[in-house]
Nanobody, 125 residues
Framework: QVQLIESGGGLVQAGGSLTLSCVASGRDFSGRFMGWFRQAPGKEREFVAAIKWNGATTVFANFVKGRFRISRDNAENSVNLQMDSLTPEDTAVYYC??????????????????WGQGTQVTVTS
């Protein structure tokens, strides 16, 4: 059974930081892009960041503006999202996902075929 399990969400004040972690089990994702998405209440899910299997390529949504960093550890089958300078607009459920075996970083959720259950991030003003 393939599982992606996120952790690290929580409540933080504006300007603070959080690091989300995602650990995969049941399958080796070392050859795939891994990504993070988020969904705020009443809004559609949106792309946050993605990282190539070897870490050589990272892609971020425009709203990140240099505040987030994505990294991965293939030996641990994990991917992290470090988030700094958080604002209330970053409040959402954050999801880890594994991209289909394609060679470019996709910003479309339809190109990801494994998803975690999500972790809540709440940023207070």
């Amino acid at each position: 059974q393939v599982q992606l399990i996120e952790s690290g969400g929580g409540l933080v004040q504006a300007g603070g930081s959080l690091t989300l972690s995602c650990v995969a089990s049941g399958r080796d994702f070392s050859g795939r892009f891994m990504g993070w998405f988020r969904q705020a209440p009443g809004k559609e899910r949106e792309f946050v960041a993605a990282i190539k299997w070897n870490g050589a390529t990272t892609v971020f949504a425009n709203f990140v503006k240099g505040r987030f960093r994505i990294s991965r550890d293939n030996a641990e089958n994990s991917v992290n999202l470090q988030m700094d300078s958080l604002t209330p607009e970053d409040t959402a459920v954050y999801y880890c996902a594994a991209q289909r075996p394609i060679t470019w970083a996709s910003r479309s959720g339809g190109d990801y075929d494994y998803w975690g259950q999500g972790t809540q991030v709440t940023v207070t003003s």
